[in-house]
């Protein structure tokens, strides 16, 4: 919280305001800007005068540019694949392509194809008045550095030979950028003569497009020498390890029938009958089985399928049929015990005897297929054991012969690669192809392009404007001071009595001083002085007059709740018009019919009494040694009535302090008290000296005066926290030798009627 003054004292490590800085608006930065605009001014004028001067003096450059596109579509139609595997067509191979168009292979090759080293624009000297002004430079620099011996004038310098003093200029005029995310890139040249700057960035185009050409047949052929001793290699390596292959079979016994050696393809087969075997064995011990489970009163139901085949059994039961037919007709018609029908039931027992003689012989002949089937299994399981013992001692040759294909598929098929690559790249050699085309070739421009005329004064002038700007800014935000009754109140917590503008002499002051008696004073200074001390009298309704009435009126205010009548006029330093204020605010109060006394207690100084009373004899040092003789040391201005008490010494004393703080400075205040209204004191200011402190007890109030934009927030604060005296009897601070522009421009939001009570 913000300490205001008449509140308790504060400690004087303490600080009346924040030491936060004030803040800066919208509106302060604004008027800050019209406030510095002659230093913004010059800054613009200045910039924008180097700019016309480079637009006049520089070289017109002029641009010719040309454009190639990068597709690796066109090389398509040879093979689906190049032994030098093209990257795609991405992002970094765009910019990597740009890099390349600008690098010192490219540019040698241009210059040495177009003779620049012989060129005066690349080696000069140049022709422009600048460019030689540069050059002269240039030159002076290089002499320097070899007179201090920076660098040795006998040996040369390799950067220094026209081959490279072609490469740097060459590299400063190209640019080589890509057109957004395309794969299309422009190749622009600046040059002096539109002619060749067209000429140029053409023959960067084609030396690009042929260095890619060069390029791809040297790898090609490249690839083609190696692809062709690496095929005598693969040759004679596939050789050698086919040639292992069979010398391994020939050691080892192993025959190959085509699909395999001679003994895995037994074992299969032997392992195929085998299985074939064991099926017939199972399917004629199934049969055997089969038949043996059928007794002889199923005989005419069974299934066997050789049964069913069989055309004696077949008959036999057709027979049998017929005769249980009549059997069983003749039982149901004349009884079963009937002759007919017992001979016909022996009839059908002989056919059922028939038919179980038949299936027998077909068990046996079932019997005798299954005793083969066994047989036959064993056979071929016996043959597959002994096989398989024998194969047992052949798997090792066979690993290792599996390894020596193995060898040998390899290296045949790396040599059928390497052969179709081989013949592939032959025929790449001689194809022209490459993957880059020029879709634009550059034309001589009709305008130039450098330097851009309205694009330089115009930067030029905002560039002014900008530094100017800035740097009022910047001067502004590290002042530090008060520009406002805000940034007083803001900065000390002290209430601001108002601002006073800036004085300057006028012609009815100047008139005014020369008719009266103190017309001698010759002194330019003491004679301006005089009149600016006296402004309320030559202009009762100005603006400085007014912001003094307004301090009346604060004291007058205090009057009300405690006698003040003896004000002194402090300040932080010499110089912030303290004496003016002091003179101006006496003169104002005894213009009303008060009784008024200035005292100018500012021993080492004086400027009261070289303003008011510059042809005294006595003063406050006699008075201070009898202050009954106030009365008869005092000087009346006749204007005002004002009393001036002044300080006439021929030294400054060393003592002021204390005459200033003595009992008898108390004595004479005592006196004054009972004869003015008001009694002025012109105190020196707080920090150089102590005289202010030491006759701090002896005020009722003071007024302290700050210098507009001058003083700083910190050196008054400092000043009033190194009393306390002062600071408990503070009425208020006045912010003095304000600009009169900067005074209308902050009060600008009041309109303009408010000035209209203003006569300046």
């Known amino acids: 919280m913000l300490t205001r003054n008449g509140s308790l004292p504060v400690p004087v490590e303490s600080t009346f305001g924040s030491d936060e800085q004030v803040p800066i608006g919208f509106g302060n930065i ?45 090389n398509q139609f040879l093979q689906k694949q190049d032994i030098i595997a093209d990257s795609s067509v991405d992002s970094s191979f765009v910019d990597s392509q740009v890099e390349l168009l600008s690098s010192e292979s490219i540019l040698l090759s241009v210059i040495k194809k177009l003779g620049l080293t012989q060129d005066r624009e690349f080696v000069g000297p140049p022709t422009g008045l600048l460019g030689q002004l540069m050059w002269q430079a240039n030159l002076a620099y290089a002499n320097l550095k070899i007179a201090v011996g920076l660098s040795d004038s006998t040996g040369g310098n390799a950067d220094d030979t026209p081959e490279r003093k072609a490469v740097d200029t060459f590299a400063k005029r190209l640019t080589v950028k890509r057109v ?52 005598k290699e693969l040759k004679t390596q596939a050789a050698e390890a086919d040639a292992a292959v069979q010398i391994f079979k020939n050691n080892n016994s192993l025959v190959d029938t085509g699909r395999g050696l001679m003994d895995q393809q037994q074992l299969s087969d032997l ?71 017992v001979k016909l039931r022996e009839q059908m027992g002989e056919l059922r005897n028939s038919i179980a003689n038949e299936v027998q012989r077909i068990a046996a002949a079932y019997e005798s297929d299954y005793e083969i089937a066994k047989a036959r299994e064993k056979s071929l399981d016996d043959s597959l054991s002994a096989l398989v013992g024998e194969n047992g001692s052949s798997n090792i040759a066979q690993v290792k012969l599996r390894d020596l294909e193995s060898t040998a598929d390899t290296y045949r098929t790396l040599y059928d690669s390497y052969l179709q690559k081989f013949q592939e790249s032959i025929q790449q050699q001689s194809a022209p ?3 880059t085309r020029i879709i634009t070739l550059a034309t001589p421009p009709l305008f130039k392009s450098s330097p851009k005329t309205l694009l330089f004064i115009a930067g030029g002038l905002l560039l002014g404007l900008f530094v100017g700007a800035g740097t009022s800014l910047a001067r502004e935000l590290s002042a530090d001071v008060f520009r406002s ?100 605010l006496a003169s104002l109060v005894a213009s009303n019919e008060y009784r008024t006394l200035l005292i100018d207690a500012d021993l080492h100084r004086r400027a009261t009494t070289a303003a008011f009373a510059l042809d005294a004899k006595k003063g406050l040092i006699e008075a201070l040694a009898d202050p009954t003789q106030l009365a008869q040391l005092v000087h009346t201005r006749s204007a005002t009535g004002l009393d001036v008490l002044a300080c006439v010494t021929q ?24 004869t003015y209204d008001y009694i002025f004191v012109d105190l020196a200011a707080i ?74």
């Open 180 to 231: 957004s995310m395309t794969y299309v890139i422009d190749i622009s040249y600046a040059s002096e003569d539109p002619d060749k700057a067209a000429k140029i960035a053409n023959a960067v185009a084609d030396a690009y497009i042929m260095q890619g050409l060069n390029s791809k047949f040297e790898s090609t052929r490249s690839a083609t020498t190696w692809l062709q001793d690496r095929l």
């Open 485 to 584: 009754p805000d940034d007083v109140e803001r900065g000390t917590g002290i209430e601001c009595l108002g601002m006073t503008p800036a004085l300057a002499v006028s012609r009815k002051g100047r008139r005014r001083l020369l008719r009266s008696d103190e017309r001698r004073r010759v002194d330019r200074r003491t004679f301006a002085a005089a009149v600016l001390c006296e402004n309320v009298l030559d202009e009762p309704f100005s603006r400085f007059s007014e912001a003094l009435r307004n301090v009346k009126v604060s004291i007058d205010s205090v009057r009300l709740t405690r006698e003040v009548r003896v004000i002194g006029i402090v300040s932080a330093v010499p110089g912030e018009g303290k004496t003016t204020i002091a003179g101006n």
């Open 271 to 341: 392992n195929s009958q085998l299985v074939v075997a064991k099926t017939a064995t199972a399917e004629a011990k199934a049969r055997l089985d089969r038949i043996h489970h059928i007794d002889d009163n199923s005989v005419l139901d069974a299934t066997v399928t050789d049964a069913l085949n069989n055309s004696v059994i077949t008959r036999l039961r057709a027979q049998y049929l017929d005769l249980a037919a009549q059997e069983a007709s003749l039982s149901s018609r004349l009884g079963p015990q009937h002759l007919a029908a």
């Open 687 to 760: 920090m150089p000296v102590v005289d202010a402190k030491a006759a701090a007890h002896l005020m009722d109030g003071f007024v302290f005066v700050a210098e507009w934009g001058t003083s700083k927030r910190k050196l008054v604060l400092e000043a009033l926290s190194s009393s306390d005296v002062i600071r408990e009897r503070l009425i208020g601070i006045l912010l003095n030798k304000a600009e009169p522009s900067a005074l209308r421009h902050s009060e600008a939001y009041k309109g303009k009627a408010f000035r209209s009570y203003y006569s300046s």
């Open 433 to 435: 192809i490459t993957d």
């Open 30 to 74: 604004l008027i800050a800007l019209r406030r510095r605009w002659l230093f913004i001014f010059v800054c613009a004028f200045v910039c924008l005068a180097l700019a016309v001067t480079y637009v006049v003096l520089a070289t017109p450059l002029f641009t010719a540019t040309s454009t190639i596109v990068l597709d690796t579509r066109m």
């Open 651 to 674: 030294k400054r004393p060393a003592n002021a302090a204390e005459l200033l703080g003595s009992p008898q400075m108390n004595d004479l205040l005592t006196i004054a008290r009972g």
